[in-house]
């Protein structure tokens, strides 16, 4: 098992739900990023997801698009932020997991990725808009070092489609609670875990779940139902809010200790 699946089964040995936090990286600028990392982990998360900012981020919400805005403005790009994953290591162990967008994959090239990202410390790859049945040239060379791929499913995938992201998932299954984007509103997150944990009673793969979880009584919610809890746009904000990057990295570090209050699945 690999870092991430050491962290789900961790959580699980302590009968509560990983904490998934997400931040972009770069924002407000990537030396920030390497102590809101630590900080993070230090009050209670158990996995980062490390945005790679992208100028169409469509399955953003506006939070998280003011984000990779800020951090594009300030020159971020996808081999800086794998020297910010090696800065990363050198303070922490947790997971990363490189959250983004095919596009700017794709122009990078996927065998030279996955050799890079493997060499600076990351632990895997989930990319929004790469679906499972095309992944295999990402997926493949991913594996062969010692990576992982984490697939998304949402309320409107199919049977096939949930079925080839169980086969391609290789720690967890990122469960999307609606249709639509990060950070929405009014989302029905009792009933959206209830059908992510059927989902992974079924399958037998851990599933996480997102989109729309802010608070400690959001987690509280969910965590019963799944392994995984993922928040991202809240913590995101708490960063865009701060009047400096230390106010930031204290106001993350208090919010994730909070967020953790709520992880307990029994």
Do not use: W
């Amino acid at each position: 098992m690999g870092r991430i699946a050491d962290a789900f089964e961790n959580a699980r040995n302590e009968k509560r739900a990983a904490l998934v936090i997400y931040l972009c990286a770069g924002d407000p600028d990537l030396s920030t990023t390497v102590d809101l990392v630590v900080a993070a982990a230090e009050a209670g998360a158990d996995v980062i997801e490390l945005g790679v900012p992208f100028s169409d981020p469509t399955a953003d919400g506006p939070a998280i698009q003011r984000a990779a805005e800020r951090s594009l403005r300030a020159g971020t790009t996808l081999s800086k932020v794998l020297d910010t994953v090696r800065l990363i290591r050198g303070r922490t162990a947790v997971p990363i997991l490189l959250f983004g967008y095919y596009n700017p994959i794709l122009a990078y090239g996927e065998q030279k990725l996955a050799n890079d990202a493997a060499d600076s410390g990351a632990d895997g790859f989930l990319v929004v808009d790469l679906p499972p049945e095309e992944s295999a040239s990402l997926r493949g060379p991913a594996i062969e070092k010692g990576l992982d791929f984490v697939p998304l499913v949402a309320p409107t995938s199919n049977e096939a489609r949930i079925s080839q992201a169980a086969d391609a998932a290789t720690s967890f299954i990122y469960y999307v609670s609606m249709t639509g984007v990060t950070g929405s509103q009014a989302v029905d997150l009792a009933g959206a875990s209830e059908r992510a944990g059927v989902l992974q009673r079924e399958l037998g793969r851990p599933v996480a779940i997102g989109f729309g979880v802010k608070t400690k009584d959001d987690v509280a919610t969910v965590a019963p139902h799944v392994e995984g809890v993922v928040v991202g746009s809240a913590v995101v904000r708490t960063i865009e809010d701060a009047a400096s990057p230390d106010e930031a990295v204290a106001s993350v570090r208090e919010l994730v200790s909070e967020l953790a209050q709520g992880l307990a699945r029994q």
